[in-house]
């Protein structure tokens, strides 16, 4: 590789043909979830109605690598491997000695990370006769990547979009429908759930919780119809570590190792999706890279939640799961990363924080925004709001490094464009956008709502 490399690009035979497990490799396993009535373990009968059982098997498995089925290879050649790029410019506009790199997902279709698991999730609902998919989007990145994999394999697919997104993305709707799928406003009035609320209040901004509690109930009540989560469950983050196992192969063909590794954190699965195989390398000692998540001040799941078992919908009709979550009523003000607008958080990325193997960092939002367009100036593509963060986190490492003259090696997700977020940067660019960072009494309101479970 010539010495002045900006692109690190595999060969098409170097796609990762297996997916990793972390748990194994952990020194305890993530607590499970419970049923919301026995609180026992909820068992594999009890998802069933919900996903196919080769994923409910991935959600448990005690594997260390699942091999990607040739159906899911074929679709994932599209766009990956995905370029793991070096921030040359970034670097020298900071004027730090760091070296910056960016493993960058938004050359998929949806131009997300998401892709990456809409794809095997409609392959084995498909391979399981499955005909429709039903699924909650915040920003629409969720919705847009599985209306894509839905296409690729002839399924319906049903998405109920939260409203505040819905009213300030109304090109990601448009998106979804080009795929072939149905969009709702959430709450809507498909659902019983989604009626009361709009009773109550005609002008609702929605939230993950609602929208999850409203796909839940409509695929809940037929059986040719299956849910499909975009993050925080173990199989989600399971099918993104391929984002990982080509960044390994990617930095080893520069010759370098990352010293710190960023990535926002919504639900999880972009972060756990780089960091795992490089969680892996570390606790077997090969590297010894300083792992941290990065989250919107507004919604500070990690930093400010408490690890304890609440439900992943507002509705509580989800088993409950250990996680650092901010309660599952809390309804985050309407930051623009709508996709990290979610009170809970992955139990696999909670467990992990809560062993002490990665850190957590919150961040205001104009401040990542202010790195969102020095990024975009510099390197020219333009972040979505949700990858700022970690772009905001990179560029305070770098800067530390100019302060300390060390030449860090960090490795930074940059889990999508921004291209459909431009009312984002308008409200930026206008001077209009606030920090909605979490008070401290909503903070309080938010965790007095999280269910006491003496028992557990
Ligand atoms: C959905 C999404 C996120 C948040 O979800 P994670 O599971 O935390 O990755 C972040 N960035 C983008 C671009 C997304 O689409």
Redesign the pocket.
Known sequence: MAEDYYRVSLADSELPTQWYNIIPDLPSPPPPPLHPGTLEPAGPDDLAPLFPMELIMQEVTGESYVDIPGGVLDVLRLWRPSPLFRARRLEKALDTPAKIFYKY??VSP?????PNTAVPQAYYNHQEGVSRLTTET??G??GS?LAFACAQYNMACEVWQVAASYRQKPYRKTMMEIWGAKVHSSPSDVTDYGRKLRAENPDHDGSLGIAISEAVAVAGADPNTRYAL???LNH??LH?TIIGEEALKQLALVGETPDVLV???????????LSFPFLREKLAGRMNPTVRCVEPAACPTLTKGEYRYDFGDTAQMTPLLKMHTLGHSFIPDPIH????R?HGM?PLVSHIYDLGLVEAVSISQSECFAAGLQFARTEGIVP????THAIAAAVREALACKESGESKVILT?M???GHLDLAAYESYLSGAMVDLDLSEEALAAALSQVPTLATV
Do not use: I
């Open positions: 997902e938004g949806a131009g997300s990370h998401k915040g920003a990145q969720w990547a975009g993050s925080v989600v983050l993104q990535g926002c954190t919504g639900g999880g699965s972009n972060f756990g999706g990363a709508g996709g990290l979610y992955s979505a709001p949700e990858p997700a889990c999508g464009h």
